[in-house]
């Protein structure tokens, strides 16, 4: 993969290295950006010609990174100070952990459900059918988390995700087949696979500024062209694991 040869080439920055990836946007966000941004030598901008999705496009994004450690993080989630710090000293002191991340929490101060265990259909119909109780059930199961550290989880949702650049390359980072939602959970299905640890640091709390995609009724099916996405990606994560015990797939 390109992700790997240009890992060959790197050097460690010693500085914050800084990889805007625009897809494609329809605004002229990125033009002012790069008349902010232009002169800044630790910031890349990388513009794509057509909406590529979400994992395609931070494939295209890591290829150009130089650092031992790699941060996905979207543009609408804002870091508290030392939250990167603290991240990044939990990951440098465990060997044995593939990917951490943080708590998000909406702008209303509602937790979003971000890590979890790997769900099954049954699941995600229940999500779908009563969302309250859904949420209400997380919100149950995060306030004994919140006494602990750090929490093994099967999966975390890709907002903001932090791991080691060689393991993303190694894995040859998220599925392209997924256009949009469950490139993460299978992004850390298969870290799990590969014996690394997924970690939910709860204690870390960044803000989600954008209200969630994917969890409205299962009405929205025929009126959100985002839900018809997610469900479009369930149907290829439930196909490609459909056999999964501890099985061996390409990783």
Not at 20 to 43: A, L, T, Y
Not at 76 to 103: C, K, W, Y
Request: charged residues 25%.
């Amino acid at each position: 993969m390109r992700c790997v040869e240009a890992l060959q080439k790197q050097t460690i920055a010693d500085q914050i290295e800084i990889i805007v990836i625009d897809n494609h946007s329809e605004d002229e966000s990125i033009g002012w950006f790069r008349g902010q941004f232009r002169s800044k030598p630790n910031v890349r901008i990388v513009e794509q010609r057509a909406n590529l999705g979400y994992g395609r496009a931070n494939n295209n994004g890591a290829t150009f990174a130089r650092g031992e450690y790699l941060l996905i993080l979207n543009p609408d989630n804002t870091l508290p100070p030392n939250a990167l710090r603290e991240m990044l000293e939990f990951l440098q002191s465990h060997d044995d952990v593939g990917i951490v991340g943080p708590a998000l929490v909406y702008g209303d101060g509602t937790l979003r459900p971000s890590a979890r265990q790997f769900p099954t259909i049954r699941d995600l119909l229940k999500k779908r059918l009563f969302p309250s109780r859904w949420q209400e059930n997380f919100d149950a199961e995060h306030r004994d988390w919140m006494q602990q550290q750090y929490v093994d989880v099967d999966w975390m949702v890709g907002a903001c995700l932090l791991m080691r650049t060689d393991h993303f390359c190694f894995l040859n980072g998220f599925d392209e087949r997924f256009f949009l939602f469950f490139e993460d959970m299978d992004l850390c299905r298969r870290t799990k696979i590969l014996g690394k640890r997924v970690v939910y640091l709860p204690q870390i709390k960044v803000l989600d500024g954008k209200e969630r995609l994917s969890g409205s009724s299962i009405f929205s099916l025929f009126t959100r062209k985002t839900t018809r996405i997610h469900l479009a990606s369930a149907m290829k994560y439930f196909w490609k694991w459909r056999t999964m015990t501890n099985k061996r797939v390409n990783v």
